[in-house]
């Protein structure tokens, strides 16, 4: 009966891996798409959401890009606020905050 709650756990896993992978690749194609406000609402989903996937480092990592974009194109407020909205959800998720503990 272990195996059975083993491989229905793995498979559930599995299961939430590949979700999240799917959301990721479209909030790619949107972002592709110039969906701009879509690709940022799926990022912001699984940068909060889904903190210490693999899928929340590469969507931290695409609103970083889209950040920076905004911030050469002269939308200093919008990248502010993409670039503390990061920050704070970091901080949060208390990861960079032991980090910075540990420097100190």
């Known amino acids: 009966m272990a195996s059975y709650g083993i491989h229905w756990r793995e498979r559930q896993t599995n299961a939430i891996h590949r979700s ?43 609103l970083l890009e889209l950040a920076e974009s905004y911030e050469r194109d002269e939308w200093r407020h919008t990248a502010r606020a993409v670039y503390e909205r990061i920050v704070s959800t970091a901080l949060q998720s208390d990861v960079l905050s032991q980090e910075i503990g540990a420097a100190a």
């Open 20 to 62: 999240l992978d799917h959301l990721l690749a479209m909030a790619h194609r949107y972002r592709k798409e110039s969906n701009l406000r879509q690709a940022m609402e799926m990022y912001w989903m699984l940068l909060e959401d889904h903190s210490g996937t693999e899928q929340s480092l590469e969507a931290q990592e695409s």
